[in-house]
């Protein structure tokens, strides 16, 4: 069955970087497009950045872009996302996605970004 499992969140200050990563698992990895989901409390889950299956074509939301840099190791079934400059408003669960046939999520990583 599809895993996906998220790690590398936590509390950073205003301005500093944090590193996510999704291990995947159950699908074959490199034929998806993955992406990174984020929902901050109160508000709709929403799509912070998208990578295609060979790591080419990449797009971000407006908010993160300049700011995060979504990537991919198809060897190791694992995606990333190197989130630099973070601003308060990036706080929120970031989640790992992928459509095969319906939405999979992962449990999430808690962002939190506060001096």
């Known amino acids: 069955q599809v895993q996906l499992v998220e790690s590398g969140g936590g509390l950073v200050q205003p301005g500093g970087s944090l590193r996510l990563s999704c291990a995947a698992s159950g699908f074959t990895f490199s034929s998806y497009v993955m992406s990174w989901y984020r929902q901050a409390p109160g508000k709709e889950r929403e799509l912070v950045a998208r990578?295609?299956?060979?790591?080419?074509?990449?797009n971000y939301a407006d908010a993160v872009k300049g700011r995060f840099t979504i990537s991919r190791d198809n060897a190791k079934s694992t995606v990333y996302l190197q989130m630099n400059s973070l601003k308060p408003e990036d706080t929120a669960v970031y989640y790992c996605n992928i459509w095969w046939g319906r939405d999979y999520w992962g449990q999430g990583t808690q962002v939190t970004v506060s001096s």
């Open positions: 990578i295609g299956s060979a790591g080419g074509s990449t």
